[in-house]
């Protein structure tokens, strides 16, 4: 297995309600043992993911917020977000947590890989991936 | 064409399965190479045996094991999934001290790897889902 694919997780709903986002992020950590070129999308709810603050205790949900910002040690190189959906939602950057990535090999440092971007970039982001897991 | 599958669905409650299982038994009879179909989330729910559907419906369960046995499918249920749902085969039951399974033959639980090797693997990777 030594072919590099591009990897795209879709996110499309919000973080506690359903199980997707949870499970989602599960496939994200194991698979960064596969050593693929992996990006997250958040677009709809999904962006609700991204939100800093969850308090989920009260509705005895275990806060995966935490887990997300951990993803660049996973091998994430990329989480965008679709502009769109987060002004649909009163939403800003700034409203999001932020998340470091580092190359242990180069050095090469992100302060922040969480991207929000436009329209046009996520159909071409979701057009140019070899695999788009959907949740 | 080698194609991976993956189901997110439960069987009854929503289509994806039965759609999941058309494209499936499409592609097979089409000559294309099903490599794995991968269940998840609730999509762990179609496989198990324990499934009683009215005697007028389909049975999404045995048509999956049906198909199995002809094509000699690969259906993976995912492990962490099946285990919040109570997806239970010997090995989990032992493990985790369970006083019965219910997977239906043909079917195997296996982990989240089983789905990325498949989608590395395969030329298209097709999810069926919400």
């Known amino acids: 297995m030594s072919e590099v694919k591009k990897f795209m997780y879709l996110n499309r709903r919000a973080p506690y309600g359903t199980i997707y986002a949870w499970e989602s992020l599960e496939v994200v950590l194991i698979g960064a043992a596969f050593d693929q070129q992996v990006s997250l999308m958040f677009v709809d709810d999904g962006v609700y993911q991204l939100v800093k603050g969850s308090k989920p205790a009260d509705i005895e949900m275990k806060n995966f917020t935490p887990t997300y910002r951990t993803l660049g040690d996973y091998g994430v190189r990329h989480m965008f977000v679709d502009k769109a959906s987060l002004e649909a939602r009163g939403l800003t950057q700034d409203d999001l947590i932020e998340v470091e990535w580092e190359d242990w090999e180069t050095e090469e440092e992100v302060d922040n890989i969480v991207e929000v971007i436009d329209a046009d970039k996520v159909v071409e982001l979701l057009d140019e991936s070899d695999v788009v897991f959907s949740f | ?130």
């Open chain 2, 1 to 130: 064409m080698k194609l991976a599958v993956q189901v997110n669905e439960g069987p009854y409650q929503h289509q994806a399965s039965d759609s999941a299982y058309m494209f499936t038994k499409a592609a097979l009879e089409k000559g294309h190479e099903v490599f794995r179909v991968f269940f998840y989330h609730d999509g762990v729910n179609n496989g198990t045996r324990m499934t009683t559907p009215p005697q007028d419906d389909r049975h999404v369960v045995n048509r999956w094991v049906e198909l199995a046995e002809k094509y000699d499918l690969d259906l993976v249920i995912c492990v962490a999934a099946a285990q919040r749902r109570g997806i239970v085969d010997e090995g989990e039951a032992e493990r985790n001290g369970k006083d019965g399974t219910n997977i239906a033959d043909k079917f195997r639980i296996s982990g989240l790897g089983q789905l990325i090797e498949a989608a590395i693997q395969c030329d298209r990777t097709v999810v069926f889902g919400d």
